[in-house]
């Protein structure tokens, strides 16, 4: 197959199994992406990684430019030698990033100046800009400068932004023009939460030969009923026969609602990030790993789960991991939360070949739709 085939194999209502062939293997859809912001995910290296059963993770241009600097990368052959990681790598614009400063940053029909987070030097990402970081950092699926609106903005702001999303995401199908290198190009829809923006929005977009496109500008502040009904809206409106990807959006019940709405592609520093807070994901629903009530509870975290944390260690040596502060209790929490995620995804991919999805679907919301 060639680099940037999708194939959908099962289809089940909306929700669908697919496959999508990059440089560095093949993706199986639906799936979930574990974050490596700084090309790393936190807590646990690769070889843990390929033991849950990964297939891609998530890199930041914002992040690896300002540190190390992706020509630094790009002279050690690429992010993926740089991190021992042989898997497919996908990686953001920075747009999240930069609409997350909003006080450091100044949008124009150029690009974004900014002020970094680190030591306030000032930088300068065009559409043209970000395409070439991405390009040294090899990345094998590369995505276009977008602004990422706040939930709030009004019509006419969302709707002029949404325009400069579509002109800078034409410069960068110009500045990687399709079959230039072996790294693929997604489009990222904007729109905020006017239905009829969206539409317009992923209709520029499509008028653009990008290789999957993104739903962007979700879980920004806004309600949950808000986000879904917005996520379902878009999911009709994208392309058949390209991957979908939902942009930072992520709780177990996110995920599956999102497969129901037609989406392929989901990543989220939630697994993570709440892990090391001591919030557990498991099929019995959130565990806060820090309540009294697991002091001497010797039974594993999951009983249905068969990752390195559940087979080995009790609830009461994790909790006393955590409030002994030790990094044991990253890494073991961090496994569980990662293995659990990609347990979801796997675990609808079969729901879906089966034809049982919304059993699937309804099995979630009787955990965590409380």
Same mark, same amino acid.
């Given at each position: 197959?060639?680099?940037?085939?999708?194939?959908?194999?099962?289809?089940?209502?909306?929700?669908?199994?697919?496959?999508?062939?990059?440089?560095?293997?093949?993706?199986?859809?639906?799936?979930?992406?574990?974050?490596?912001?700084?090309?790393?995910?936190?807590?646990?290296?690769?070889?843990?990684?390929?033991?849950?059963?990964?297939?891609?993770?998530?890199?930041?241009?914002?992040?690896?430019?300002?540190?190390?600097?992706?020509?630094?990368?790009?002279?050690?052959?690429?992010?993926?030698?740089?991190?021992?990681?042989?898997?497919?790598?996908?990686?953001?614009?920075?747009?999240?990033?930069?609409?997350?400063?909003?006080?450091?940053?100044?949008?124009?029909?150029?690009?974004?100046?900014?002020?970094?987070?680190?030591?306030?030097?000032?930088?300068?990402?065009?559409?043209?800009?970000?395409?070439?970081?991405?390009?040294?950092?090899?990345?094998?699926?590369?995505?276009?400068?977008?602004?990422?609106?706040?939930? $709030?903005? %009004?019509? /006419?702001?969302?709707?002029?932004?949404?325009? !400069?999303? *579509? +002109?800078? #995401?034409?410069?960068?199908?110009?500045?990687?023009?399709?079959?230039?290198?072996?790294?693929?190009?997604?489009?990222?829809?904007?729109?905020?939460?006017?239905?009829?923006?969206?539409?317009?929005?992923?209709?520029?977009?499509?008028?653009?030969?990008?290789?999957?496109?993104?739903?962007?500008?979700?879980?920004?502040?806004?309600?949950?009923?808000?986000?879904?009904?917005?996520?379902?809206?878009?999911?009709?409106?994208?392309?058949?026969?390209?991957?979908?990807?939902?942009?930072?959006?992520?709780?177990?019940?996110?995920?599956?609602? $999102?497969? %129901?709405? /037609?989406?392929?592609?989901?990543?989220?520093? !939630?697994? *993570? +990030?709440? #892990?090391?807070?001591?919030?557990?994901?498991?099929?019995?629903?959130?565990?806060?790993?820090?309540?009294?009530?697991?002091?001497?509870?010797?039974?594993?975290?999951?009983?249905?789960?068969?990752?390195?944390?559940?087979?080995?260690?009790?609830?009461?040596?994790?909790?006393?991991?955590?409030?002994?502060?030790?990094?044991?209790?990253?890494?073991?929490?961090?496994?569980?939360?990662?293995?659990?995620?990609?347990?979801?995804?796997?675990?609808?991919?079969?729901?879906?070949?089966?034809?049982?999805?919304?059993?699937?679907?309804?099995?979630?919301?009787?955990?965590?739709?409380?």
């Amino acid at each position: 197959m060639t680099i940037g085939s999708f194939h959908i194999h099962h289809q089940d209502g909306k929700s669908r199994v697919g496959e999508l062939y990059t440089a560095h293997g093949i993706i199986p859809t639906p799936i979930f992406m574990p974050v490596g912001t700084q090309g790393s995910v936190k807590a646990v290296c690769p070889e843990d990684l390929k033991t849950l059963g990964a297939r891609i993770i998530l890199g930041n241009t914002y992040h690896l430019y300002l540190r190390p600097g992706d020509a630094m990368i790009a002279r050690r052959g690429g992010l993926h030698s740089f991190i021992h990681w042989d898997r497919p790598i996908l990686t953001d614009s920075g747009g999240f990033q930069v609409f997350s400063l909003s006080g450091l940053r100044k949008l124009t029909e150029d690009g974004v100046a900014f002020s970094s987070h680190i030591d306030g030097s000032k930088h300068f990402f065009t559409p043209e800009k970000v395409i070439s970081i991405q390009r040294n950092l090899g990345s094998d699926i590369m995505m276009v400068l977008d602004e990422c609106v706040p939930y $709030g903005a %009004d019509y /006419g702001y969302t709707k002029n932004s949404l325009a !400069l999303t *579509t +002109r800078w #995401a034409a410069r960068c199908r110009t500045a990687y023009a399709p079959g230039s290198g072996d790294q693929l190009l997604f489009g990222i829809g904007q729109g905020g939460f006017f239905k009829d923006l969206r539409e317009e929005s992923l209709r520029q977009l499509m008028d653009i030969p990008f290789d999957g496109y993104a739903v962007g500008g979700l879980s920004v502040g806004e309600p949950k009923a808000e986000m879904m009904d917005m996520l379902y809206h878009s999911g009709e409106l994208l392309p058949v026969d390209k991957p979908r990807y939902l942009m930072g959006v992520g709780t177990p019940l996110d995920i599956v609602r $999102g497969i %129901d709405a /037609g989406i392929d592609m989901f990543d989220c520093v !939630l697994p *993570t +990030r709440n #892990a090391r807070n001591g919030t557990l994901f498991t099929s019995l629903g959130k565990i806060n790993i820090k309540r009294a009530e697991y002091t001497e509870d010797d039974s594993p975290l999951d009983p249905a789960c068969s990752c390195y944390t559940c087979r080995n260690f009790s609830r009461a040596y994790l909790r006393h991991l955590y409030h002994a502060r030790e990094i044991l209790s990253y890494r073991l929490n961090t496994i569980h939360n990662l293995a659990y995620f990609l347990q979801v995804v796997t675990g609808a991919r079969q729901a879906i070949e089966k034809g049982i999805f919304q059993a699937y679907k309804a099995k979630f919301e009787a955990i965590y739709d409380t």
